[in-house]
């Protein structure tokens, strides 16, 4: 079948493209980017992309999938499908499964389990054996199997002896290791640490939490010569310490999520606990050199931390409800409102933010638009005004502050290989 | 002029008119304690739960106590007895609650935020007895009753409040009623013991006890709880003591009238000795007696509001 995307704006910074044209696809193939001819597209699916931008798909490297282990919150089929309607054609889903994701069996398994979907799912192992810490998970193996990056999210790697260790093994692989940063002693909170954590008489994490490990992750990471990612950085101490780091070529690199340069900590006020998340909301200092970093390319890509919980447990007392929320069906909106709009960013930097870099940092192909080339593509309407209603969520779980909020941009269809999706269905091409 | 909410979920952002007249209302009510037959009918027909999901003792007492004198109908919960063990949530407990038809809920609860998540589920009236380190406001609408009872005026006084402020609710509320109502007020207490960005709040910090003595009228003292405090935020209860335990050598230094507070329960010879606790500066049966007068008053001008 034959698929024709006419009057597309093309945008690929990583080919140096930005043009309009129009694209034939066949098969899940680029057979012809430029004019197209009336008969040339006569028996074709033409969707007119007036006004719209093709992207190279979209790419979420943090993602919580619960399967195996909560498949009651969102399952590999039902992330992937959240990951479509958000306009992604490939997430990496993090480790922490019930049984973590630290042996090749659990990687082949997700595997298995998410091959005949329009997204590509590429499994995060644990670093260390069910992410305690204490030993070394079979890396060489994982990597056989599959994955993408070692991390043992939710925790920062234990200790110094161990993280060495993870560094340098991952290094023969040029595997990144993601790590969560927080020193967990001076994690026990709910929110972040500071005058408002006061006020409202919660227990505070300061970002002294984060940018202890930050600073210890940098320097082993120049130390061993490996390559450390810092997962959703939150605080603007960590944020410069990783634009120093980069001046000086240490290899690191780092995520934001985008509740951490859209919301601050004033909105726990309202003890809603849809705003708890690990790291907590900052302050406006945060949020503003966050803004910095984004802008300077010290932050290397936008990543949802997708966290999906069921309501029975996220509707408790604060200090009581899991943290996180649901991110992969709202981030781009966001991004694109609130960086894209606001003029932050260009859109060729949001791309690079959500689809090249995240990429790159995995050792993934970047999907390119020419001829030959399979299709792997986002579809977006950068002007489109949409209002948030977690009801429509394709994802499991509904834990979202978004909802109700009105957006300025969506993915309007993905397509990938011979699968799109489009008008929230699934076909293929 | 009824008061400007109603529910009392704390002190931050209530308005000076409606403290003035919780405590003056509080008169009244303090009168009726001091009668042979100490019960009016103001609530008769009204029925409150108490929602305890904390250990509490003396703050359930004195809430039980005001609504009987109130006449009204009080039924006790907590969590010793409730069903919150065998895995149902909280939501469910309050709708459960909630459909044996009430009137006024008064909780108290370890999470902070749960009195203002009652006000979403439930219709009652909600009376906040200690949230978390949030806020405790009757706690703290004894507190200025019985200054204001001692010392004629709450305006332009000196008050601090010595002792663990970073985990005190009771703190915090005092806080925030009594620069509403015009006082000065600073805390004391080792740095460990301060709570992040105080000072934003416009409140001065001591670290040295006799300072805090010599230059205030009122001191609140808070309780070093034990299990919390020792080898984490202080060395020993024996060092607290030593460098801010309120002491009758320390006041005497000073030649001047001092008002002292405590909150209870007391751990003699730590945050205070007998010699003051008992002495004659203090004011804390006073306070667990206006404490009385002030939860009626807080339940009464709550419950007669519609």
Redesign the interface.
């Known amino acids: 079948m034959q698929i024709v995307l006419k009057n597309v704006l093309l945008i690929n910074p990583d080919q140096k493209l930005n043009s309009k044209s129009s694209l034939l696809i066949e098969d899940g193939i680029i057979k012809k980017i430029g004019e197209l001819e009336e008969k040339e597209i006569e028996n074709c699916e033409v969707i007119n992309c007036e006004g719209k931008i093709a992207a190279p798909g979209l790419f979420d490297m943090h993602v919580h999938l619960r399967e195996p282990g909560r498949e009651d919150e969102e399952t590999i089929e039902t992330g992937s499908n959240a990951a479509a309607a958000g306009g992604f054609t490939g997430i990496a889903c993090m480790p922490n499964t019930s049984p973590d994701i630290d042996s090749a069996e659990t990687v082949r398994f997700i595997i298995e389990k998410s091959k005949n979907h329009l997204v590509d799912v590429y499994p995060v192992g644990a670093a260390t054996l069910g992410r305690k810490g204490e030993a070394l998970a079979p890396i060489n193996e994982l990597v056989e199997a599959g994955i993408v990056a070692v991390s043992d999210d939710g925790v920062a790697i234990k200790n110094a002896a161990i993280l060495r260790s993870v560094l340098e093994y991952c290094g023969m692989f040029d595997l990144p290791v993601i790590d969560h940063c927080e020193d967990p002693t001076l994690a026990n909170g709910a929110m972040n640490?500071?005058?408002?954590?006061?006020?409202?008489?919660?227990?505070?994490i300061?970002t002294i939490a984060e940018d202890l490990i930050v600073m210890r992750d940098i320097m082993m990471a120049e130390f061993t010569g490996s390559r450390v990612h810092i997962a959703h950085i939150s605080s603007a101490k960590s944020v410069e310490m990783v634009r120093e780091a980069k001046k000086k070529g240490i290899k690191v690199t780092a995520e934001v999520a985008p509740h951490h340069f859209t919301f601050i900590d004033d909105q726990i006020k309202?003890?809603d606990t849809n705003y708890k998340m690990n790291p907590p909301l900052r302050t406006k200092t945060d949020l503003d050199e966050i803004i910095r970093g984004l802008k300077d390319g010290t932050i290397d890509c936008i990543a949802s931390d997708h966290a999906p919980h069921s309501i029975?447990e996220k509707?408790?007392?604060?200090?009581?409800a899991p943290n996180g929320i649901l991110g992969l069906e709202t981030q781009l909106g966001i991004a694109l409102s609130e960086l894209v709009h606001k003029k932050v960013l260009t859109l060729e930097q949001l791309i690079e933010k959500l689809s090249i870099n995240p990429r790159k940092i995995l050792n993934l192909p970047v999907p390119k638009f020419e001829v030959g080339e399979a299709a792997n593509l986002t579809i977006i309407d950068p002007d489109l005004v949409w209002t948030v209603d977690h009801s429509q969520f394709k994802s499991k779980s509904k834990n979202s502050p978004y909802d109700k909020r009105l957006l300025t941009g969506k993915s309007v269809a993905v397509i990938n290989g011979k699968k799109i999706y489009m008008n929230g269905k699934f076909n293929n091409i | 002029m009824p008061l400007s909410s109603r529910h009392l979920l704390g002190l931050?952002g209530v308005p000076r008119e409606d403290i003035e007249l919780i405590l003056d209302t509080a008169i009244t009510f303090r009168e009726v304690l001091d009668r042979p037959i100490k019960k009016v009918p103001t609530l008769q027909g009204k029925t409150i739960v108490n929602l305890f999901y904390e250990n509490s003792t003396r703050t359930r007492i004195s809430f039980e106590l005001a609504q009987k004198r109130l006449s009204a109908d009080t039924v006790n919960f907590s969590t010793s007895t409730s069903s919150t063990k065998k895995g149902e949530?909280?939501?469910d407990t309050v709708r459960n609650i909630e459909a044996m038809k009430l009137d006024m809920i008064v909780v108290r609860?370890?999470?902070?935020?749960?009195p203002?998540?009652l006000t979403k589920i439930s219709n009652a009236n909600i009376i906040n007895a200690g949230?978390?380190?949030?806020?405790h406001p009757t706690q703290a609408l004894l507190d200025m009753y019985s200054i204001k009872e001692r010392l004629g005026k709450i305006e332009g006084l000196k008050v601090c409040i010595v002792g663990d402020v970073?985990h005190s609710?009771v703190a915090?509320s005092n806080i925030f009623g009594l620069k509403t109502m015009g006082a000065q007020v600073s805390v004391c207490g080792p740095a460990t013991m301060m709570?992040?960005?105080?000072e934003?709040?416009g409140v001065k910090v001591y670290h040295d006890i006799n300072k805090a003595i010599a230059e205030n009228d009122v001191l609140n003292v808070l309780r070093i709880q034990l299990e919390r405090n020792a080898g984490s935020t202080i060395p020993s209860t024996r060092e607290y003591h030593n460098y801010y335990g309120i002491t009758a050598e320390r006041i005497a230094n000073y030649n001047k009238e001092i008002v002292i507070l405590h909150p209870g329960p007391i751990n003699r010879g730590v945050e205070i000795t007998s010699e003051v606790a008992d002495g004659p500066y203090q004011v804390i049966l006073d306070q667990v007696t206006n404490g009385v007068a002030i939860r009626m008053a807080v339940l009464y001008l709550l419950g007669t509001m519609h």
């Open positions: 640490g500071g005058l408002n954590s006061t006020l409202l008489g919660l227990h505070g300061p309202s003890y029975e509707e408790m007392e604060f200090i009581y | 931050n949530t909280f939501k609860h370890e999470s902070a935020g749960v203002l998540y949230d978390g380190l949030h806020e970073a609710r915090l709570p992040l960005g105080i934003k709040l």
